[in-house]
């Protein structure tokens, strides 16, 4: 995962034994420093799979042919600019392994898919014989990680740019500043990070650091400077350069807030030259993102100079007034050798077409960009924030088969991201929100569109997710850890098999249960344990409707009575830890529902399989317990209530 | 834990709710930055485990007296020096809690006892009341990491950083430089990291980081730089310094190896002058640990010219020559205002008694040490990379009862240093070799020489573990990781259960079982999920042991019959596992083993129910059975077989 291009099983396998070894066949100039970086991780990934103490541990670098087991070929090393080749072939015989690529990032990538296809039998580990050829669909394959809403340490950002890696994605969008922090070390101006990020940033060098890291991997990384809104934390430092009078604080709680950028003075263009001059030497990329997005105009409508200044210059709304301050900063960009993207709102038809349209509002905005000659790439689908299912993102294509663009215009979708938005997330759980539901996506972005089978996707990825573990993400472990600090060391069992048909509140539901989330908001609930598209819940979903459906055996019963039974019983369990861990009470209601339920769903199995038909009365009972049971508490909801419907639904011959 | 000095538990509590504020008493020109940054990181932690949205998330500071329901109150910064006070008072009454301390140091230790002291009850969260006089039994309380033999990332120091300030240990002892990588960025001489470190290396703002972050918790980072021998690394880019005529290369193995300084030129000292000036304004603590073990004086015995130079200076062994050296180093080191530490092998009688002894071959060399006027801290006894049970390190006493030493000599010992040597671990599972077992020697250190019940300790450590938790320390989550690796994916139960009676091998066993551990071996298989110490085994010697000696009740035999039968048909469980596996077949016959011995232990525990006696056959036929299952595997070994063992004799009517 993602899919190669295309693959072709052959006869025989290679096996992987102590004497295995790498080597780089080295004809050109080209540095083999990348790459023999990338096989050794690769070894060391291998060799931790597999428990072998390999006894070369050299990467062969050698201008004749090689006779290692490995063996790599590429022409040239890559470079991190758009559309560079990451196409790469493998090879894998009984006698030897064979990578070639025209670049070093396309050998990245085939090392990847190699590590995917380790195999192991009664003899140990071992390659199956193929051929593969493979490239992606789309150039542009993005994550973006908010620093701002909640700060992520440098390691965070490491641990998942490894994971990006695995998956062949090719952008961090690094979201670095907002209103709520500012996570930049700026040396022309100081106070941005000193005044605006509680100490929480990254020093040059931590960037330096996670840019070459990144590289290394074959990853850009394009930086984003949110303007002119979502800039309260700039103004705190600089509050001569926001549209109302100040003083700012650093905000701490989320929405779309007032404070914005003066679009009107000359102090702003000043600032923002500056500013990028020492940026664009250190975010080495193409790219910079400027945001532009959620700027409610409230301190522009409230500031007289600056409706002045719009009337002077016949500026007709705010949006135009944007635009002006758009193409201020395109130019100062454009010096600085530096392409603009922004989201949809930029979208501007008095801005050039050498920008880049981010489409976070939806498809629509993506094609009309890319028919009128813009670049584009699509998030809207893609928010993994939102704690949606997997299945929902993995089908959302950026080129829908119904597009009507021209293969021209086709071409100007460069692909998408996937934008973790981190309101909601700190360091311990926004792995779990960003894997494995990822890992879909960035096949959504690299392999044919026809690749969407859904059950087949959901299949791999639990293998990859397992995977991505040996890469130190911590989306599957920090669950139980999570669970332990709830039940204060007690045992977890019950609280597992609850939290297992949990997920949380989707969209931004959770912003509207009676609390406020601010910064300081303890993320370590039982909501945060809980994972968006809980795997079990699915199933039982699934499960319960191929019952309903028609396979009403006896076994397909047993399936779901086993289930139901576990939940039915599962309050009693849970009810002596919730007594013990007050954080714990805010889901004593759910854990009961879920019993409840479960009771219900028992019930209607026993009817349908005996063919009988309950009386009204308890059709009518059970469908309130089961809107209750709908209700969120503890911010998240029960993902099984809507399969315990259909059950008893079916009772009275529904299907 | 470390259980505080002085506790007097008082009637009441005091609630934690949304309402809960912090505020520090400013009366002095003492900065608050300290204390303040560690009362949000304790306001952080407590609301992770109650789930409370804080409304006042301000730290409050105020020069007249507080209102808030923490109240802080010293009176001047600590100083990160040796001795420095680290005495605390914390009363917690139903109306306020008072911190009070003579320096901030003081309040942070006193904050992580607070953090301790929540509990919950039906009505919430809460502190109870009660009255702590709290202060160190030693002023050295270390923990050594070796980024070494394998390098550890900056973020594993920063969590085990976390874990030491919970403990309320004091000293980091960092080892940087080894055989096998020389660790730090050296300007003036870069061949240093560049040559001799394969990359792996912590640039100087990383170790000044690390430094603030140290401080920031009260910690003291005091580096090692190991000379004259364990230098392989840096001879690798200056091998003119070493005694044989070189190249040298990276060393990959483990163990004493030959490189060593060439301490008879004077380039040799020209160089350490430029290196010590540098690293002395890098490395801000007063201590400088030099190392000094192990030299083999293999390279100096086949170096006529040292031969020649010993003779002329009239040094009668390698060891005159060696403390020849140390003097030497002791002088630059003394010109840059540090002190110098060393190993055992430093204590030489030319040596000024300004030098620190560090013990590691015994606390016969600490009682001789301060017998002649030495400080010293000890080392032996809190090995734990050599997989050593928890009580075996929480017993071994700095100053043991039968010490005969004076009160003026015991104060000479200024306490201990637990260490972990990087041979057999990695990022992955340096913190469950850490943790818990640690805070157990953080209490030796910290605590009265009276507290030392086994029982009681373990019941603490438990708590305790899971609590270290929340600091991002993965020595819990990483094992159900690493089974997860091993079984590809598979159901763990079976391994799980196996993994729960195994244990690593001890001391240097590992070393000797036909492999050779090298700086590439995969530290990923069944024995680095295992863990010293595991605790269901330790739980099952001692209910077999307390039932053999006479509790031979039914119920305490029912408890050893449902281990048995688990431990019986596991086996039939993990079968299938390892078929898939290859990476656990090297454990496939001990988990059989665990099967029959389990067997025969649940024979033997019928046979005392019953009070029937065997046959001699049955004896003499299940020894053997129980001998092999001793055998080590997997460089690993069963941890319940000599509790079987006392069933089986006791079905003799031994006891």
Same mark, same amino acid.
């Given at each position: 995962?993602?899919?190669?291009?295309?693959?072709?099983?052959?006869?025989?396998?290679?096996?992987?034994?102590?004497?295995?070894?790498?080597?780089?066949?080295?004809?050109?100039?080209?540095?083999?420093?990348?790459?023999?970086?990338?096989?050794?991780?690769?070894?060391?990934?291998?060799?931790?799979?597999?428990?072998?103490?390999?006894?070369?541990?050299?990467?062969?670098?050698?201008?004749?042919?090689?006779?290692?087991?490995?063996?790599?070929?590429?022409?040239?090393?890559?470079?991190?600019?758009?559309?560079?080749?990451?196409?790469?072939?493998?090879?894998?015989?009984?006698?030897?392994?064979?990578?070639?690529?025209?670049?070093?990032?396309?050998?990245?990538?085939?090392?990847?898919?190699?590590?995917?296809?380790?195999?192991?039998?009664?003899?140990?580990?071992?390659?199956?014989?193929?051929?593969?050829?493979?490239?992606?669909?789309?150039?542009?394959?993005?994550?973006?990680?908010?620093?701002?809403?909640?700060?992520?340490?440098?390691?965070?950002?490491?641990?998942?740019?490894?994971?990006?890696?695995?998956?062949?994605?090719?952008?961090?969008?690094?979201?670095?500043?907002?209103?709520?922090?500012?996570?930049?070390?700026?040396?022309?101006?100081?106070?941005?990070?000193?005044?605006?990020?509680?100490?929480?940033?990254?020093?040059?060098?931590?960037?330096?650091?996670?840019?070459?890291?990144?590289?290394?991997?074959?990853?850009?990384?394009?930086?984003?400077?949110?303007?002119?809104?979502?800039?309260?934390?700039?103004?705190?430092?600089?509050?001569?350069?926001?549209?109302?009078?100040?003083?700012?604080?650093?905000?701490?709680?989320?929405?779309?807030?007032?404070?914005?950028?003066?679009?009107?003075?000359?102090?702003?263009?000043?600032?923002? $030259?500056?500013?990028?001059? *020492?940026? @664009?030497? &250190?975010?080495?990329? !193409?790219?910079?993102? /400027?945001? =532009?997005? #959620?700027?409610?105009?409230?301190?522009?409508?409230?500031?007289?100079?600056?409706?002045?200044?719009?009337?002077?210059?016949?500026?007709?709304?705010?949006?135009?007034?944007?635009?002006?301050?758009?193409?201020?900063?395109?130019?100062?960009?454009?010096?600085?050798?530096?392409?603009?993207?922004?989201?949809?709102?930029?979208?501007?038809?008095?801005?050039?077409?050498?920008?880049?349209?981010?489409?976070?509002?939806?498809?629509?905005?993506?094609?009309?960009?890319?028919?009128?000659?813009?670049?584009?790439?699509?998030?809207?689908?893609?928010?993994?924030?939102?704690?949606?299912?997997?299945?929902?993102?993995?089908? $959302?294509?950026?080129?829908? *088969?119904? @597009?009507? &663009?021209?293969?021209? !215009?086709?071409?100007? /979708?460069? =692909?998408? #991201?996937?934008?973790?938005?981190?309101?909601?997330?700190?360091?311990?759980?926004?792995?779990?929100?960003?894997?494995?539901?990822?890992?879909?996506?960035?096949?959504?972005?690299?392999?044919?569109?026809?690749?969407?089978?859904?059950?087949?996707?959901?299949?791999?990825?639990?293998?990859?997710?397992?995977?991505?573990?040996?890469?130190?993400?911590?989306?599957?472990?920090?669950?139980?850890?999570?669970?332990?600090?709830?039940?204060?060391?007690?045992?977890?069992?019950?609280?597992?098999?609850?939290?297992?048909?949990?997920?949380?509140?989707?969209?931004?539901?959770?912003?509207?249960?009676?609390?406020?989330?601010?910064?300081?908001?303890?993320?370590?609930?039982?909501?945060?344990?809980?994972?968006?598209?809980?795997?079990?819940?699915?199933?039982?979903?699934?499960?319960?409707?191929?019952?309903?459906?028609?396979?009403?055996?006896?076994?397909?019963?047993?399936?779901?009575?086993?289930?139901?039974?576990?939940?039915?019983?599962?309050?009693?369990?849970?009810?002596?830890?919730?007594?013990?861990?007050?954080?714990?009470?805010?889901?004593?209601?759910?854990?009961?529902?879920?019993?409840?339920?479960?009771?219900?769903?028992?019930?209607?199995?026993?009817?349908?399989?005996?063919?009988?038909?309950?009386?009204?009365?308890?059709?009518?009972?059970?469908?309130?317990?089961?809107?209750?049971?709908?209700?969120?508490?503890?911010?998240?909801?029960?993902?099984?209530?809507?399969?315990?419907?259909?059950?008893?639904?079916?009772?009275?011959?529904?299907?």
């Amino acid at each position: 995962m993602p899919l190669p291009a295309q693959v072709a099983v052959q006869e025989g396998k290679f096996p992987v034994t102590v004497s295995f070894t790498a080597g780089i066949e080295k004809k050109t100039k080209a540095d083999t420093g990348r790459a023999a970086r990338a096989v050794r991780r690769m070894l060391k990934r291998l060799a931790g799979r597999t428990g072998l103490f390999f006894t070369d541990n050299k990467i062969h670098i050698k201008s004749k042919s090689l006779e290692t087991a490995l063996r790599i070929r590429f022409k040239r090393e890559g470079r991190l600019r758009l559309g560079e080749d990451e196409t790469y072939s493998l090879m894998v015989t009984p006698e030897y392994i064979q990578l070639n690529a025209e670049t070093d990032i396309g050998i990245l990538r085939g090392l990847e898919t190699l590590l995917q296809l380790v195999r192991a039998d009664k003899e140990g580990y071992y390659f199956p014989a193929v051929m593969i050829e493979d490239r992606p669909r789309f150039v542009w394959r993005g994550l973006l990680i908010d620093s701002c809403r909640h700060f992520m340490p440098v390691e965070v950002i490491k641990r998942n740019l490894e994971g990006m890696a695995a998956v062949k994605m090719n952008v961090l969008h690094w979201h670095l500043t907002e209103d709520q922090g500012f996570r930049i070390e700026c040396k022309t101006f100081p106070k941005l990070h000193q005044l605006g990020s509680d100490g929480l940033y990254y020093t040059q060098n931590q960037i330096r650091d996670i840019i070459a890291y990144a590289a290394d991997r074959g990853i850009r990384v394009m930086p984003e400077f949110d303007i002119p809104g979502h800039s309260t934390s700039w103004l705190v430092g600089y509050p001569g350069l926001g549209s109302a009078p100040g003083p700012y604080t650093i905000e701490r709680e989320y929405g779309i807030k007032d404070p914005t950028f003066n679009p009107t003075i000359k102090a702003t263009y000043k600032f923002f $030259n500056k500013f990028f001059k *020492e940026m @664009s030497a &250190l975010f080495i990329d !193409e790219y910079f993102h /400027i945001g =532009g997005d #959620e700027n409610n105009g409230k301190h522009w409508d409230a500031n007289p100079k600056i409706q002045a200044f719009k009337q002077k210059h016949n500026l007709k709304d705010n949006h135009a007034l944007q635009a002006y301050f758009n193409k201020k900063i395109l130019k100062i960009l454009t010096k600085y050798k530096k392409k603009m993207v922004g989201w949809d709102e930029i979208f501007q038809p008095e801005l050039p077409n050498t920008i880049v349209i981010q489409s976070w509002r939806g498809k629509k905005a993506l094609r009309e960009a890319a028919k009128k000659g813009y670049n584009s790439i699509l998030s809207n689908g893609y928010y993994i924030d939102l704690a949606q299912p997997t299945d929902f993102h993995y089908l $959302n294509d950026p080129i829908p *088969e119904d @597009s009507n &663009l021209t293969p021209e !215009e086709k071409k100007r /979708i460069l =692909g998408g #991201e996937a934008t973790m938005w981190a309101e909601l997330i700190s360091p311990e759980t926004i792995d779990s929100r960003i894997w494995p539901r990822t890992a879909a996506i960035a096949e959504r972005f690299w392999s044919s569109a026809q690749v969407n089978d859904v059950d087949d996707m959901y299949r791999r990825l639990d293998i990859i997710s397992f995977q991505l573990e040996e890469l130190g993400l911590t989306h599957i472990k920090n669950q139980a850890m999570i669970l332990r600090r709830l039940t204060n060391g007690k045992d977890t069992t019950a609280l597992k098999v609850l939290v297992d048909v949990m997920e949380p509140l989707k969209l931004y539901a959770r912003h509207h249960q009676g609390a406020t989330y601010t910064f300081f908001s303890p993320l370590t609930r039982v909501v945060d344990a809980a994972l968006p598209d809980a795997k079990k819940a699915r199933i039982f979903r699934k499960q319960a409707a191929a019952f309903v459906k028609g396979n009403r055996t006896k076994e397909a019963a047993e399936v779901l009575i086993k289930d139901l039974k576990l939940w039915k019983e599962n309050h009693q369990n849970l009810q002596p830890v919730i007594v013990n861990s007050p954080v714990l009470k805010e889901i004593e209601t759910l854990s009961k529902d879920l019993a409840k339920i479960a009771d219900i769903g028992l019930q209607a199995v026993e009817y349908i399989l005996k063919g009988k038909k309950p009386g009204p009365g308890w059709i009518e009972e059970n469908k309130k317990v089961l809107q209750d049971a709908k209700k969120p508490r503890g911010h998240a909801e029960l993902m099984v209530v809507t399969a315990i419907e259909q059950l008893v639904n079916a009772c009275n011959g529904d299907k």
